[in-house]
C-alpha cells in the first residue's frame, strides 16, 4: 500500500508522512493529494483567530477534549508563519497539548514557513485536506501569530470563532473591524476578569449593529478556557451556526469560495514556477535585468515584454 | 506638468501624490513610475529591523536628523503590513516624528495594506523609488510589524541595520538565524540597561563564528536612541560599511538581486491579473470549480487544465 491507501485505512502514521510530504514540497505530495482529494468534505472546519493573550491554544485545547467526549475525532492545525523575532511562547503552548497527542482520536499537527506566506495558506488546505480525508470529524484551525495571512487562512473555514479577553486593549475599536465582521460566533474568554461585562456589552451593540449577516447573529458565549467552564455551551452554538449555515446556504457558498481560492493560489504558483523556468531556460532574462539597471529600459516595459514571450 | 515632472522639478506635493498614487493602484501609477525610473538608483537605502520594543522608530527618528545635520535629505518609509489586531502604538510612533515633519528635508510615509502582502512589498519598492527620483539622498525603511513579509522588504536595502535591545528575549538564541545574517551593522539600542554586556559579548561570539560574510565583519555598535547617544557612531559605521559594499561588488550584486526580485514579483502581479480576466472572460472556471467540488475532479488536474488553456 502507498501512503494514501495506508492512510484511507486509518494509519496515524501515514497521515504525518502525508502532511510531511506536502510540508516539505516532496515528489509524492501532489500524487497523495489527487488520491485523497475525492475522501475530502465530509469535516466540519473551524477556525479561531482572536489577539495574542486572548488564550487561543487553551480554547482549542478545551474544545478538542469536549468534541472527543462526544465521541468525534480531531485534527488540530496551529498555523504559525515563521516570525524571524520569536519569544519561544510557541513551543511552550504546543507543550500543553501534550495530553491530547496521548489521545489517539485527535491529531496535531503545527504549520510554519519560512519565506512563502502563500505557501503557507496552500500547505495549510492541504493539511486540512488530508486530516479531512484521514476521516477526521473536526478539524480545529489555530492561528498561533496574528497576521493577515493566517487570518485569510482561519476565513476559509466553516465556522469561525473569534476569541476576545477583557482589558487587552483600550476598548473593541482597538480590534480592526475586518475581524469582528468575520466572527461566525464570538467568545469571550477569561470571562472571571474585570472588564467582561464592558466587552460583553460593546460587542453585543456592535453586532446589533452590524446587520450585514441578516441570517445569522452571532452568540457571544463567555468561557474560562483553563477551567474548561462554558466550552460545551460554545459547542452548542457551533452546532447551530453550522446547521442554519447549512440551511441558509451560506456553508455551501463557502466551500465555493474556498474551492475558488484555492484552484487560482495553486494556479498562481504553476505559472509562477512556469515562468521562472521559461526565464532560466531561454537566458535572456539577465540581459533584461542589467538593462533595467543601466536605466536603459524601465521595469515595465521588461515586464511587458516578457508577458508578450511566455504567454498567449 | 504633470506629477513626475513636478516631482522632478522639487515639488513635496507631487511626491505625495505620487505614493498615494501607487498606495492606491491610480491609473496614471504606471505612468508616474516609468517617467521616474531614469532618475532612481542614487539613494543610500537604508533597512532598519529587529524585534518589537526594540526602538526602531525611535532610532529611525534620530538618524534622520543626524543626516539632516550633515546636510542630507532623508525620506522615512515605515513599512507596517496591516495587523487585524492593532494596538495603536504604531500612531503613537508615528507622533512622535512630528518634529521631523516640519524639516522640508526629510519626507515621511507608512506604507500599509489590507490583504495583498506581495502588495505591500511592491508598493514600497515604488515608494522608495519616488523618494529617490525626487532627490532625496538616505531613504530608512523602518519595518513596524515583524513580519517575514517585511524582513523580505528590508533585506532589499543597501545597507541592514539590525536592532537589538538587551532583557527582551531570554538571549540571542531567540532571535532567529536569519535575521542576524541579514544584518550588515548592528545596533544594541538601550545601551545603558542591564544586559547589555552580556548580549555585546554574544552577539560578537556569534559574529566571530559566522564567517559567511567574509569581506565585511558587522560591527556592533552601542546607541541610547532616546537620548540621541551613538547615533553619530552608527552613521560612521554604516558609511564604512557601504563604503566596502560597493567595493567588494556586494553592492551592485544586491541592487542586481532587487531588480531581479521587483521584476519577478511584478510579473507574478502581472500574470495573475492576465490569467484571472482570462477565466472571468471564459466563462469556464465556475464549472471547473463545480466539478471540483463535485469531487468529478481534482483540483491537481483542474490547474493542469487550465495551465494549457492560458499558457503557450
Known amino acids: 500500500m502507498d501512503i494514501a491507501e495506508e492512510l484511507l485505512s486509518g494509519s496515524r502514521l501515514a497521515m504525518s508522512r502525508a502532511i510531511t510530504a506536502v510540508e516539505n514540497e516532496y515528489d509524492n505530495a501532489v ?4 488520491q485523497l482529494y475525492a475522501h475530502t468534505g465530509n469535516a466540519h472546519v473551524i477556525g479561531i483567530t ?12 478545551k474544545l478538542a477534549k469536549e468534541y472527543r467526549s462526544q465521541g468525534k475525532t480531531v485534527g488540530i492545525i496551529a498555523v504559525d508563519p515563521t516570525s524571524p523575532f520569536s519569544g519561544g511562547a510557541i513551543l511552550g503552548d504546543r507543550i500543553r497539548m ?3 497527542t496521548l489521545d489517539e482520536g485527535v491529531f496535531i499537527r503545527s504549520m510554519g514557513t519560512r519565506g512563502s506566506l502563500g505557501g503557507l ?7 486540512i485536506k488530508i486530516m479531512d480525508a484521514a476521516g477526521k470529524d473536526i478539524i480545529l484551525v489555530e492561528t498561533v501569530g496574528v497576521g493577515q495571512s493566517e487570518v485569510d487562512i482561519v476565513k476559509t473555514a466553516d465556522t469561525i470563532i473569534v476569541v476576545l479577553v477583557p ?13 469582528l465582521e468575520i466572527g461566525d460566533v464570538f467568545a469571550i474568554n477569561k470571562a472571571d476578569h474585570d472588564g467582561v461585562d464592558r466587552l460583553n456589552t ?3 451593540m456592535m453586532l446589533d449593529l452590524n ?3 441578516m441570517d445569522w447573529r452571532p452568540p457571544v458565549k463567555r468561557v474560562i478556557a483553563n477551567r474548561g467552564e462554558g466550552i460545551s455551551e460554545l459547542i452548542g452554538s457551533i452546532a447551530q451556526q453550522i446547521a442554519q449555515s447549512r440551511q441558509s446556504g451560506q456553508f455551501s457558498n463557502r466551500r465555493t469560495q474556498r474551492t475558488k481560492s484555492e484552484l487560482l493560489a495553486m494556479l ?5 514556477r512556469r515562468v521562472r523556468k521559461k526565464l532560466s531556460d531561454g537566458g535572456g532574462f539577465d540581459q533584461l535585468v542589467a538593462s533595467v539597471e543601466s536605466r536603459e529600459k524601465n521595469p515595465y516595459i521588461v515586464v511587458n515584454e516578457i508577458m508578450a514571450s511566455v504567454l498567449l
Chains 1, 2 share one sequence.
Open 31 to 34: 500524487d497523495i493529494m489527487q
Open 98 to 100: 501534550n495530553d491530547l
Open 50 to 61: 482572536g489577539p495574542p493573550g486572548a488564550g487561543k491554544s487553551t480554547l482549542t485545547d
Open 202 to 204: 460593546e460587542l453585543e
Open 121 to 127: 495558506s496552500r500547505k495549510t488546505a492541504e493539511t
Open 211 to 213: 446587520q450585514q449577516k
Open 268 to 272: 498562481d504558483e504553476q505559472i509562477g
Open 167 to 179: 482589558g487587552l486593549g483600550d476598548d473593541i475599536q482597538a480590534i480592526k473591524a475586518g475581524i
